[in-house]
């Protein structure tokens, strides 16, 4: 069997361990030289395929790969660009053939969320359209978490464990400070559509009264009097009360409570400052003096806290999804199958691409106490896992030593497009 | 020679390393039973001396007291109360120094800012005054890192290496993300008068084009012009550009670029949004999408990420400062003295209390460079040994497994005092 290359890309958001997946992928294909010729991997994401911008990984040292284990963000660049319907532009789709052809690329990872699984399903559709022999398998990422058939997204442990941690602390803090100065702390946490990020905060409560008091979860209707009942019953109990609250937080009519008015390119609406306008109603209701976090970036790009164990999927579904290339497995997505819950024990499965592409996992609202305010036990025991074990980066200088890939361009064989 | 109890108390921010002081004086005060009998602290700062308000921690186990030194926050409790100037409020005074008398009290730690240094030294003051035998040491604290004759302060280190490791990582995020999406990052971080955390985050810029690529100090006045082409030549050789930004920034008047309006107990301005309002020109302006964090109180809780070197020399002041006391030293400040940058070596010092009340250490000008946005070589090696070496906390379940204390009160023998 000849050799082929593959084409690798990193998409949407990225997190504290696409790269784990990224290192998992170029080092299992590494081992199989007589499968898979060179990792080509997309400048930008799939931008870099509809160019012809490759970015040759066989130019990067085995060092500089096995350090994209513990090194946040997206080492090739990723993109908010979805490609649009077959039938409304199906150049675009011919164009990433043309490229695949031109650079003899059998293989198709495409390591992203939801979107992205719907363009990988597509590719694969459309190679088969025009008989191009092309392997299309998808690798799970998204801290939203919110990919149906995978117990979990690889990004969204890391997430998780440091707004637990984040919460956490900044409880410590806050009790501190109770008596004369600040009694309301409010984290704002990433989760447009999903509470996955905001339940991941309630982890840190494990004893009563301990923060965060109050969860306010995009999937249940804000209301102001309960909340602000809520609040004033912990000032009075505890002394202070820390809230962590979703950026897609909405009212009853589905509005969000924090809007800002733009959208990025897929339309959804770009969100910020909901953890201000909770704490300030606070404020103004109650008369509490308030502090407000804004992790926005920080929560996803902090490998320095990374889950272990997100860790070590992440990098696992790397390798997994050329094992499922290299068995012929074609429009796939590698997926976590949780095998038990505690101890956690996990393996490696598979779904159809068919069947994830812009399917939206919801918190189960089992998941939420009946007052809407907390977690349950079930959340619990689904979250825990998926926060366990540590996996520090290597520190120089006082700081966490990442690395940056040299990037090194293949040589173009098409002409010039623009997208 | 008799032993005598003591007094100690948390005041103003708190921080992700005043326990690890707490530890240390309370470690060595145990140590001395022939001259130290227990350790009171003050329940919510010096309130709890005025109030006689003391927690026993001579009720607290040695395993608990050793765990203070990872744990983040004040566990005793601290407070915004300043006391007034000696002739106004002569009764407070007074009063101190009556419940010093019912406990046997002849030992004064207070560890704290530049307020509480203050505050120290008058106690020291006005039990002279009255012949109370009394010995006050003030144990620095504070990671606005203003306090003179120290070559740093404690809970600063932390600070530093928090937001320098934020904001690289972030700067990995957007870096990924900068060619369809967010361009611009800002990171707001606390300093309202001296750009010592801002200053920290430029550590992380080690290269050139490294991020930060500009910082915004509170000592050099907002030109937005000025800015403004600075990013623009950011994005247009890097392809995208990080800020990191004072709370206390400042126009060229004087006048703060962000000031929410209300006042702590101090009188200082309540800040915070000035992340936004910098991230928001960039956008009128050149027209690039953003995304800006505030870290708030997650940048001084982060225990998870202390700098080691701030642990210890947090620690090691605890002691010393019980050291002090046993040598009679009254009305001084333990202090840290540098002895050499690379490696940094230090040892413990000391400093009247007469000559660090109320002096603010300004970052020196040479620190930031000529163009106001970034810092100088002398600077990053006056920094670089402060965020070095990591400490991390034990984990549970995921988590850092941090303390609570068990705080019980000290039998009241003085009648109510309503301050």
Not at 284 to 302: E, I, M, V
Not at 388 to 413: C, F, H, T
Request: with cysteine; net charge neutral.
């Amino acid at each position: 069997m000849t050799a082929r290359n593959a084409f690798y890309a990193q998409s949407g958001g990225v997190t504290a361990v696409i790269n784990a997946t990224a290192c998992g992928l170029i080092q299992a294909a590494r081992r199989h030289p007589d499968r898979i010729g060179k990792v080509f991997a997309g400048r930008d994401g799939i931008i870099g395929a509809l160019t012809e911008d490759l970015i040759d990984t066989s130019c990067e040292s085995d060092a500089a790969i096995a350090a994209l284990r513990h090194t946040p963000g997206g080492a090739f660049g990723s993109c908010r660009y979805k490609l649009k319907g077959i039938d409304q532009h199906r150049a675009q789709y011919e164009r990433l053939i043309e490229v695949f052809r031109a650079h003899d690329i059998g293989y198709f990872f495409y390591n992203g969320g939801n979107d992205s699984m719907d363009t990988a399903w597509k590719v694969s559709q459309i190679a088969g359209a025009l008989g191009y022999p092309l392997t299309c398998v998808g690798i799970p990422k998204t801290v939203d978490n919110d990919l149906p058939h995978t117990d979990c997204c690889p990004g969204f442990g890391s997430v998780a464990k440091y707004v637990a941690t984040s919460i956490r602390e900044a409880g410590y803090d806050v009790a501190s400070m109770a008596r004369t100065s600040t009694k309301i702390f409010v984290l704002e946490v990433m989760g447009r559509h999903a509470g996955w990020i905001t339940a991941a905060c309630g982890l840190a409560s494990e004893g009563a009264g301990e923060p965060p008091h109050i969860l306010l979860f995009p999937e249940i209707p804000f209301e102001p009097e309960r909340f602000l009942a809520r609040v004033d019953e912990c000032v009075r109990r505890y002394g202070y009360c820390t809230v962590a609250v979703s950026e897609g937080l909405c009212d009853a009519g589905g509005r969000l409570i924090a809007d800002s008015g733009s959208r990025d390119a897929f339309g959804h609406a770009q969100l910020g400052g909901v953890g201000q306008v909770v704490a300030q109603l606070i404020k103004d209701k109650l008369g509490h003096k308030y502090h407000w976090a804004l992790a926005d970036y920080l929560q996803r790009s902090a490998r320095h806290l990374a889950s272990r164990t997100d860790v070590e999927q992440a990098y696992a579904l790397g390798v997994a999804a050329v094992d499922l290339a290299l068995q012929g497995k074609n429009a796939v997505m590698a997926t976590i199958r949780r095998l038990a819950d505690a101890p956690y024990r996990w393996e490696i499965g598979e779904a159809p691409l068919a069947e994830v592409a812009n399917v939206e996992r919801k918190m189960p609202r089992e998941f939420i106490s009946d007052d809407g305010f907390h977690i349950t036990a079930a959340c619990r025991t689904y979250l825990q896992p998926l926060i366990d074990g540590e996996d520090p980066p290597p520190y120089r200088n006082g700081l966490p030593d990442y690395v940056r890939m040299r990037g090194s361009a293949v040589k173009k064989k098409l002409g010039t497009y623009t997208i």
